[in-house]
């Protein structure tokens, strides 16, 4: 792929000042089930380069997923044409380079992103004999769940998934670079039931790593069971504000649509971020920091450059409640004169924008402490494992308003079910309002956080 890549590069340079190529290619095997029976297995290898070229500052693109020649001209010729149509864009300063920002350090090789098990499981013709293996271990541990008599529980759908990507990135700037990475993916959803009541309540868990060894799909199983028959009897609650304590799945849920986009210099340039203007201001309780690490050991998103071939890097957003940065790639960095951090997300069919890798939440001093020691302190108040709905949350506010899913009431630290609640509020005033951080870590896509207890959320029976 790399030669083919510095053939287009060369052939772009003789009508434009800039060119960026970015090559892409994967190897990816999954399985869905549908109940205890395989539905689909599916097996598929992929490849894309993309072409960003600039001509007096204006920007064309074009992308192929043919690794031809004759192709790869068609492909140069379109970001020409596109370049030539384009309207100059004043903030374009330019292809990173290898001195821009961080790319003084160097690339630092994240650890334990790449395992050589997932790569033979893809290349064998037994892949997928392994792959259902691990799916009937999630089956498995789900029937390992001791139920009380008269509870049903059932599998409705489940899936596994493996796969190997490489990325390639080159530019006229001297940019040359590239990253592979491996990861292994699985979850099961189940519905629960019992005999004395026609209530059917869901449950669904699920895991994603870089690596073979480190998933336990027995647990997985276990633990969609659990959240399910756990949930059955619901009580109804009264409408009033409680403390709440979200788990990770539920905190992924709310900040992927809201607090991430809200950091994002893009988003922040174009003043639809309540958080424009307010960097070196507190804008979270003081138990509160986030960092977002590109280079973080297992980060399901970590790789040692991002989409431009800038290194990726630990970068503090919040500390201790005070915004100390946004989310940059090149483009919006040059924009407001500062360094990249190493957040252009892309695919080779789109352009670069900024974006979180792994975000990461901690507490801070008092207010970390364990999740039992969180629930434990809690009077009235409640605990969710996740939310549905967090797509209608506001970007531009932060106002959302979303069911509870799988939700326990809290009183004096037992919990017991409850159904139909929703959750109400801003995402800013939760951040506020932020009192604990637990000791159960995990990451959900591009989140990494432990459960979060917050003082005061309106809940709505």
């Given at each position: 792929m790399l030669d083919l890549m510095h053939k287009g590069l060369k052939l772009a340079l003789e009508s434009c000042d800039q060119v960026e190529i970015y090559g892409e290619l994967s190897d990816v095997f999954s399985i869905d089930l549908e109940r205890e029976?395989?539905?689909?297995?599916?097996?598929?290898?992929?490849?894309?380069?993309?072409?960003?070229?600039?001509?007096?500052?204006?920007?064309g693109f074009s992308h192929t997923t043919a690794l031809e020649k004759g192709k790869i001209e068609e492909c140069v010729a379109h970001a020409l044409k596109q370049a030539r149509v384009s309207e100059q864009d004043t903030y374009f300063a330019g292809l990173p380079t290898p001195a821009t920002g961080t790319s003084k350090q160097g690339y630092k090789e994240p650890e334990k992103t790449f395992d050589q098990r997932i790569v033979d499981l893809l290349g064998v013709e037994g892949g997928s004999e392994d792959a259902i293996e691990y799916c009937k271990e999630m089956l498995t541990g789900m029937k390992e769940h001791k139920l009380k008599k008269g509870v049903r529980c059932t599998p409705t759908e489940g899936s596994f998934a493996a796969a190997f990507?490489?990325?390639?990135?080159?530019?006229?700037?001297?940019?040359?670079?590239?990253?592979k990475g491996t990861y292994v993916s699985a979850g099961i959803a189940v519905v629960a039931s019992e005999d004395r009541s026609s209530e059917e309540i869901s449950g669904y868990e699920s895991k994603v790593s870089r690596m073979l060894g480190d998933m336990d799909f027995g647990w997985i199983g276990h633990e969609a069971v659990k959240i399910a028959v756990d949930s059955l009897r619901g009580k109804q609650l009264k409408t009033k504000e409680l403390p709440v304590v979200f788990s990770p799945k539920a905190v992924q849920s709310l900040f992927a649509y809201t607090v991430i986009p809200q950091l994002s210099a893009e988003n922040v340039q174009r003043k639809q971020s309540p958080y424009h203007g307010k960097k070196g201001t507190a804008i979270a309780s003081e138990m509160l920091t986030i960092v977002d690490d590109g280079t973080m050991p297992l980060g399901v998103n970590s790789r040692?450059?991002?989409g431009e071939g800038v290194p990726s890097q630990p970068t503090t957003i919040v500390e201790k409640g005070v915004l100390k940065n946004y989310l940059y790639d090149s483009y919006t960095a040059n924009k407001d004169r500062v360094e990249s951090t190493g957040n252009a997300l892309r695919s080779f069919d789109s352009l670069p924008s900024p974006g979180a890798t792994n975000f990461m939440i901690k507490?801070?001093?008092?207010?970390?402490?364990?999740?039992?020691?969180?629930?434990g302190d809690i009077l009235e108040g409640l605990f969710i494992s996740d939310v549905i709905g967090a797509h209608t949350a506001s970007r531009a506010s932060g106002d959302f308003s979303v069911v509870a899913q799988n939700a326990f009431g809290l009183k004096k630290g037992d919990l017991f079910p409850v159904k139909h609640v929703m959750i109400a509020g801003n995402m800013q005033e939760v951040l506020q309002h932020i009192e604990m951080a637990g000791d159960d870590t995990r990451q959900i896509y591009n989140v990494v956080s432990p459960s979060i207890k917050v003082s005061r959320v309106q809940v709505i029976a």
């Open positions: 029976e395989v539905k689909k297995v599916k097996h598929i290898k992929s490849t894309g380069i993309g072409v960003r070229v600039v001509i007096a500052n204006k920007i990507d490489g990325i390639f990135i080159l530019n006229s700037e001297g940019i040359e670079t590239h990253d040692k450059m991002d507490g801070e001093g008092k207010g970390r402490a364990s999740k039992e020691e969180i629930l």
